[in-house]
Nanobody, 125 residues
Framework: VQLQASGGGLVQPGGSLRLACAASGFGSDNYAIGWFRQAPGKEREGVSCITRNDERTNYADTVKGRFTASKDNVKNTFYLQMSSLKPEDTAVYYC???????????????????WGQGTQVTVSS
């Protein structure tokens, strides 16, 4: 199982970015993809969750209405569209996976087994 995150960068407040997480090694298994972030000096925060084989998605309250998770099952790639970005969204963003699971509102509490490398998102003017 491998995850490759990409798409981070520097953006002004109010701007948008789209992160991507390319997944490989799963075959036809169902799995959940979680997006997390960690800012310096802060605990890791669960941002969003999307399930490969159904339409379940979940979001942290801090990003609800601004971030949208989506997927391309043909490419096994998962996206996090981030809009109306705020300086407090600045963090290293990670994708993670948990085979055989689907998303629920409690996704942050899952024991995520595989992690991609982080991608830095900086929101600053």
């Amino acid at each position: 199982v491998q995850l490759q995150a990409s798409g981070g960068g520097l953006v002004q407040p109010g701007g948008s970015l789209r992160l991507a997480c390319a997944a490989s090694g799963f075959g036809s298994d169902n799995y959940a993809i979680g997006w997390f972030r960690q800012a310096p000096g802060k605990e890791r925060e669960g941002v969003s969750c999307i399930t490969r084989n159904d339409e379940r998605t979940n979001y942290a309250d801090t990003v609800k209405g601004r971030f949208t998770a989506s997927k391309d099952n043909v490419k096994n790639t998962f996206y996090l569209q981030m809009s109306s970005l705020k300086p407090e969204d600045t963090a290293v963003y990670y994708c993670a996976t948990l085979r055989g699971f689907h998303c629920t509102p409690y996704f942050s509490d899952y024991d995520w087994t595989d992690w991609g490398q982080g991608t830095q998102v900086t929101v600053s003017s």
